[in-house]
């Protein structure tokens, strides 16, 4: 047997191809094509006069160009973009139907190339409704379903961590994502560093940009109540060993592990800006128990909230899963747009 081909660092084409019951005709490796035609829309390649910036520029025109005739010769039934990062690739295709994972809200966006690409989208879906409701009414996207399933039955179960302390005498705060500013993992760090009670430990999972994860590594040897756990791949293990989790945002953001959290039956503390949680939140009234609020990037509001919790969680409850109504609502969804 020859030379297996890799795709993605991970995956060989075989066991892909087995995880579709060899039901796939073409498997092509395009991440490097990702990277280029990413490069080529954000506005720090336009400001670029030098030769390398022009020669970004063209490699990444050809390389979409290129991509556009493979989803041409295929002829997809539907094509899903995972994010509203992925925007620009709206423009792949006029024959087959495109539809868009939108997390983030519209402000996160260049306004007009956003509005823009929308108007190549078959339809949305969007994780909660004040993400729907972000969606200007001059992009003309008819089709939107407010979908977001998690799975995080198994919780209860999962492995313990070793954080090198022993974590059942403190409550452990858990900050969960990527190190960077418009998370807020220094503003979570600072907040935390004005509260008093002592019997609190933050816990930060996530990776960065060196400088970043030096940040939270010298704030570590100052504050002994601040432990740096770097990535961790088992998620349920993460939410199983969290007594809280916090979100560092600027605004209300209502992402992944807001609703991981609360379906693992793990409170969750989130930034706000007077909304209108019921309204936003995917079942608030279910999970209302389960939310604390501060006042966004306010470091006095967050760091009373850190010393007012005095209660560890129950570890032995029972994680909850969305998946079966959520699955279903997306295949009626995608059908739509055929």
């Not at 991440?31 to 990444?60: A, P, R």
């Not at 295709?93 to 939108?102: E, G």
């Not at 995080?152 to 705060?173: E, H, P, T």
Request: hydrophobic share 40%.
């Amino acid at each position: 047997m020859g030379k297996e081909k890799k795709f993605f660092n991970c995956d060989s084409e075989l066991s892909i191809r087995k995880k579709f019951n060899n039901n796939i005709n073409n498997i092509y490796p395009i991440m490097m094509i990702f990277d280029w035609w990413c490069n080529i829309v954000s506005e720090q390649v336009y400001k670029k006069k030098n030769i390398y910036g022009f020669l970004e520029n063209i490699l990444s025109k050809v390389y979409f160009i290129f991509l556009k005739i493979i989803v041409f010769l295929s002829k997809y039934d539907l094509i899903h973009l995972n994010s509203t990062v992925s925007h620009f690739y709206s423009r792949l295709s006029s024959t087959s139907p495109i539809s868009m994972h939108v997390r983030e809200g519209i402000i996160t966006h260049p306004k007009a190339n956003f509005i823009h690409s929308l108007k190549f989208l078959r339809g949305a879906v969007c994780i909660d409704n004040a993400i729907a409701c972000s969606i200007p009414t001059q992009s003309s996207l008819a089709r939107q379903v407010v979908l977001n399933p998690f799975d995080m039955r198994g919780v209860d179960k999962a492995n313990l961590i070793d954080f090198g302390f022993k974590s059942r005498d403190y409550i452990i705060i858990s900050f969960v994502g990527r190190l960077d500013k418009m998370k807020g993992f220094d503003f979570v760090i600072n907040s935390f560093n004005k509260c008093k009670n002592n019997n609190l430990k933050l816990v930060i999972f996530g990776s960065g940009r060196d400088e970043s994860v030096k940040f939270v590594k010298e704030i570590a040897t100052k504050n002994k109540n601040v432990y740096f756990a770097n990535f961790v791949e088992d998620t349920k293990s993460i939410y199983q060993n969290s007594d809280y989790v916090v979100r560092g945002e600027d605004h209300l953001a209502l992402g992944r592990t807001v609703y991981e959290a609360v379906l693992s039956q793990t409170p969750i503390i989130i930034p706000v800006k007077n909304e209108n949680l019921s309204g936003d939140f995917i079942e608030y009234e279910k999970h209302k128990s389960l939310i604390y609020q501060y006042e966004a990037r306010n470091c006095n509001s967050l760091s009373k909230v850190f010393d007012s919790l005095h209660k560890k969680k129950n570890k032995t409850a029972k994680g909850q899963s969305n998946i079966d109504e959520h699955v279903s609502s997306m295949k009626n969804f995608w059908e739509s747009l055929l």
